[in-house]
Structure formats: structure tokens, C-alpha cells
């Protein structure tokens, strides 16, 4: 099983960025695919899932209306695509798959630093 997200980068405040989580090694479009971040001396939070099917999605309060999760399961792909990014959206970014039918079941990413600052 792999994971492995790309795109994160240095952006300056109110910049826009897409995530990328490649995956490989089990049945994607089974899987429901969540992004999280972790800035430093802070725990690790949920941004944003997305269905399986990709028809419904949900946001963390502190990105709503400027992030959006998408996903295509031909690709075995998902992304987050960040706009207005602030300082406080400075973090490492992970991407999890959580199998639909047994939320015990789930693998992480790797992780790539987004970095909001001028």
C-alpha cells in the first residue's frame, strides 16, 4: 500500500496550492480519502473527507468555503485544492484512506509541507 502526496510548497498569504495523493495497492474507490495537517507543536486535525463515490464531502470550520476536496477513482487520486491560504494553514499535510466498511481498516500518507508566509 502507498500513498504519497505531492504539490505542497511555499505560497505567499492569500496564494493557492492542489495537493495530490497518489495511491497504489488497494481497491480506492472503496475507500473513503481524508486530508489532515499537523503544524508543529500541534496535534494532527481532520481539513477535509470526501465519499467514496466522491458525491459528498465535509470541511473542517477553518477551511470551509476556500479548500476543496475532490477525488478520481480512475486515477486513484485524490486532492485538495487550497485557495486564500493564510499562515495558519501552514502545516504538513497528510492524505488517509479509511475503508468504507471497517473504519479500522486505514492507511496515511507520507505527508508535504505547505508553507503560507511572505
Known amino acids: 500500500v502507498q500513498l504519497v502526496e505531492s504539490g505542497g510548497d511555499l505560497v505567499q498569504p492569500g496564494g493557492s496550492l492542489r495537493l495530490s495523493c497518489a495511491t497504489s495497492g488497494f481497491t480506492f474507490s472503496r475507500y473513503v480519502m481524508s486530508w489532515y495537517r499537523q503544524a508543529p507543536g500541534k496535534e494532527r486535525e481532520l481539513v477535509a473527507s470526501i465519499a467514496t463515490a466522491g458525491g459528498s464531502a465535509d470541511y473542517a470550520a477553518a477551511v470551509q468555503g476556500r479548500f476543496s476536496i475532490s477525488r478520481d477513482n480512475a486515477k486513484n487520486t485524490v486532492y485538495l485544492q487550497m485557495y486564500a491560504l493564510q499562515p495558519e494553514d501552514t502545516a504538513v499535510y497528510y492524505c488517509?484512506?479509511?475503508?468504507?466498511?471497517?473504519?479500522?481498516?486505514?492507511?496515511w500518507g507520507q505527508g508535504t509541507q505547505v508553507t503560507v508566509s511572505s
Open positions: 488517509k484512506a479509511i475503508a468504507s466498511w471497517d473504519p479500522l481498516r486505514h492507511y
